[in-house]
């Protein structure tokens, strides 16, 4: 397992845009398949994004594709989740994931490694 903690979320009003990061712990961050996943009040846990070890692939939930994007920088340790035209039902609790050996995986049953979330909030 890997040690994550997502930073970049706050309350931002519809249209606008936000970054997430996700900051990993550990030397072999490349070798880690990951994931954004987000909580809405009262609902459960959903897939967002997906990217494998080196980004060359990359999974969407249909809503948020053309709106958000998933990327890493493995010399940093660092995946990220760039959302551009926030909608009031994008608020939730987004959390990253993780799991080794890398591929690419868009369910929460697939990941080991989780942070502790970041809460996004939307204003209409």
């Known amino acids: 397992q890997v040690q994550l903690v997502e930073s970049g979320g706050g309350l931002v009003q519809a249209g606008g845009s936000l970054r997430l990061s996700c900051a990993a712990a550990?030397?072999?961050?490349?070798?880690?398949?990951m994931g954004w996943f987000r909580q809405p009040p009262g609902m459960e846990r959903e897939f967002v994004a997906s990217?494998?070890?080196?980004?060359?692939?990359?999974n969407y939930l249909d809503s948020v594709k053309g709106r958000f994007t998933i990327s890493r920088d493995n010399a940093k340790n660092t995946v990220y989740l760039q959302m551009n035209s926030l909608k009031p039902e994008d608020t939730a609790m987004y959390y990253c994931?993780?799991?080794?050996?890398?591929?690419?995986?868009?369910?929460?049953?697939?990941?080991?490694?989780w942070g502790q979330g970041t809460q996004v909030t939307v204003s209409s």
């Open positions: 990217i494998s070890r080196y980004g060359a692939t990359r």
């Open positions: 994931a993780g799991r080794i050996p890398g591929g690419i995986y868009n369910s929460i049953k697939d990941y080991d490694s």
């Open positions: 550990g030397r072999t961050f490349s070798s880690y398949a």
